[in-house]
């Protein structure tokens, strides 16, 4: 697996137009693929980014770069949903964001993986 801060760094911000307000962004990426550790095959998904930004907000095409880089790695659906939150969380520092992947069927069974930060229990 390549190291989480060489994609890290491929995100890039904006001043948040209206930082005393809370209101709410939602991203859906919906050509996102990374590849199967176990069987190497491709595996094809959408990921939606749900988050209020503090001071700053993602800028859409260092995201778009950023998913892309996962194309040839290797990683299990529940680890490149957390490592994509813990880049989002170090880079964007939202006050609240939910990352959800939500991966095509594979031997009839479909999986969806939510991640929300600040955890909600």
Same mark, same amino acid.
């Given at each position: 697996?390549?190291?989480?801060?060489?994609?890290?760094?491929? $995100?890039?911000? !904006?001043? +948040?137009?209206?930082?005393?307000?809370?209101f709410t962004i939602e991203h859906h990426?919906?050509? =996102?693929?990374?590849?199967?550790?176990?069987?190497?095959?491709?595996?094809?998904?959408?990921?939606?980014?749900?988050?209020?930004?503090?001071?700053?907000?993602?800028?859409?095409?260092?995201?778009?770069?950023? $998913?892309?880089? !996962?194309? +040839?790695?290797?990683?299990?659906?529940?680890?490149?949903?957390?490592?994509?939150?813990?880049? =989002?969380?170090?880079?964007?520092?939202?006050?609240?964001?939910?990352?959800?992947?939500?991966?095509?069927?594979?031997?009839?069974?479909?999986?969806?993986?939510?991640?929300?930060?600040?955890?909600?229990?």
């Amino acid at each position: 697996m390549s190291d989480s801060t060489n994609f890290r760094d491929t $995100l890039e911000v !904006f001043d +948040n137009p209206s930082p005393e307000r809370n209101f709410t962004i939602e991203h859906h990426c919906p050509e =996102f693929t990374s590849v199967c550790p176990k069987t190497g095959q491709p595996d094809y998904g959408t990921v939606v980014f749900t988050y209020v930004p503090d001071k700053l907000c993602v800028e859409l095409k260092s995201l778009k770069m950023y $998913l892309q880089r !996962f194309r +040839n790695e290797g990683i299990f659906y529940e680890a490149v949903t957390n490592r994509i939150m813990d880049d =989002f969380l170090a880079i964007v520092k939202p006050r609240r964001v939910r990352i959800e992947t939500r991966w095509t069927p594979r031997g009839g069974l479909n999986s969806n993986i939510i991640v929300e930060y600040p955890d909600p229990s």
